[in-house]
């Protein structure tokens, strides 16, 4: 009889948010790990993630639930606002804590990534930097699991399913950076075919977006929010461009048939259905995702089943519990971007106006 996969092997492709917390994961049901990366060392650039209560607990039953919370701040009292100033809606937060009973948090990318990164260095597992991956068949010989974690160009991904789903252009480019003052304004500004958020992100600083037409560079960004409302231009002047962080929107398309593959591949994070960041559910998503993986990794491994029939069980019940899930999330940002960035805004602003707060 084979032995439990519990005490099988794993290697995992990336060491984004995604990538390290399924390590962690992984690691903590048993399993001995290493993870590959090929970039040569971490981007610590700051810009802010949302975290949704449910990921918020997804992280707590990964165990670092506490680092993650100390580090936290809420987001709250969030507007959606024309570029004159004047509100148009509030986002849902207010409903959302309501319903969960805790708070939707913000959380800077560098301490998210610290975080998991520290607890990956507790648990002994090893982070191999500078390691491009191009023979998958390879590492799924030499392993019982490939977790490909590897983002929107999954090399794990095309081995898998070939050129099936790509990365597509959204047509807009996103802005991002930290300015040092507290705003005190929070939300989002919607103008024709271009919008601007802000959010908190620690004491002292405000976390900042801009999403404007593709061929926008650095230069002409202050241009197009020149005339909004306090303290959009505000921001953008007492903030350095050479920190400002370029980021071209995109998402995966069409959606994947499955997120495994042959019984001992399982797709997470960007990899599996990167999506426009308007929803704010990148990061959320990237984190379900782990913890349903090693949720069901553990499960099928506590019921005793040998590896060869009881890993490929435990890939299918990941794949039922999050793929609709996750592809909904991301066909619902998709939607939402081109509604944001439409050029027809008042036919916008007016549904924006009459719909409840769950925008």
């Not at 032995?3 to 092997?9: D, N």
């Not at 990366?37 to 650039?45: D, G, I, N, P, S």
């Not at 509100?87 to 913000?106: D, F, H, T, Y």
Request: aromatic residues 6%; glycine residues 10%.
């Amino acid at each position: 009889m084979s032995a439990p996969f519990a005490t099988r092997t794993a290697v995992v492709v990336g060491a984004g948010v995604a990538g390290l917390a399924t390590a962690i994961g992984l690691r903590r049901a048993g399993w001995a790990v290493s993870v590959l990366e090929r970039r040569t060392e971490l981007e610590r650039y700051g810009t802010a993630f949302g975290i949704h209560p449910t990921a918020q607990g997804a992280l707590e039953r990964l165990g670092v639930g506490e680092a993650f919370h100390a580090r936290a701040v809420p987001y709250r009292n969030a507007r959606i606002r024309t570029p004159r100033g004047k509100v148009l809606a509030s986002l849902p937060l207010e409903r959302i804590e309501r319903k969960a009973g805790r708070p939707e948090l913000l959380i800077s990318r560098p301490f998210l990534i610290d975080t998991l990164l520290a607890e990956l260095a507790a648990l002994g597992v090893p982070l191999t930097f500078g390691e491009r991956v191009s023979d998958v068949s390879a590492l799924t010989g030499g392993c019982d699991l490939v977790v490909g974690a590897d983002g929107i160009h999954s090399a794990v991904r095309t081995a898998c399913f070939g050129d099936r789903s790509g990365p597509r252009r959204a047509g807009t480019v996103a802005w991002i950076g930290i300015a040092d003052f507290e705003s005190g304004l929070y939300g989002e500004t919607w103008g024709r075919g271009r919008f601007f958020g802000m959010t908190p992100v620690e004491a002292g600083r405000t976390n900042w977006y801009a999403t404007v037409p593709e061929a926008t560079t650095a230069d002409e960004l202050r241009a197009h929010f020149e005339g909004w409302h306090d303290p959009v231009p505000r921001i953008l002047d007492r903030t350095d461009p050479a920190t400002w962080i370029r980021y071209e929107m995109r998402h995966l398309f069409p959606a994947l048939p499955a997120f495994v593959h042959g019984g001992n591949v399982a797709l997470v994070g960007d990899a599996a259905h990167a999506m426009t960041p308007n929803l704010g559910q990148g990061a959320c998503t990237a984190i379900l995702d782990a913890e349903a993986l090693t949720r069901a990794v553990a499960e099928h491994a506590a019921a005793g089943l040998p590896s060869a029939t009881g890993l490929p069980s435990a890939l299918r019940v990941y794949d039922a519990e999050r793929r609709r899930a996750a592809q909904r999330v991301a066909l619902g940002s998709r939607s939402l971007h081109l509604f944001m960035t439409t050029e027809h805004t008042r036919l916008r602003d007016a549904l924006v106006r009459v719909l409840p707060s769950s925008v």
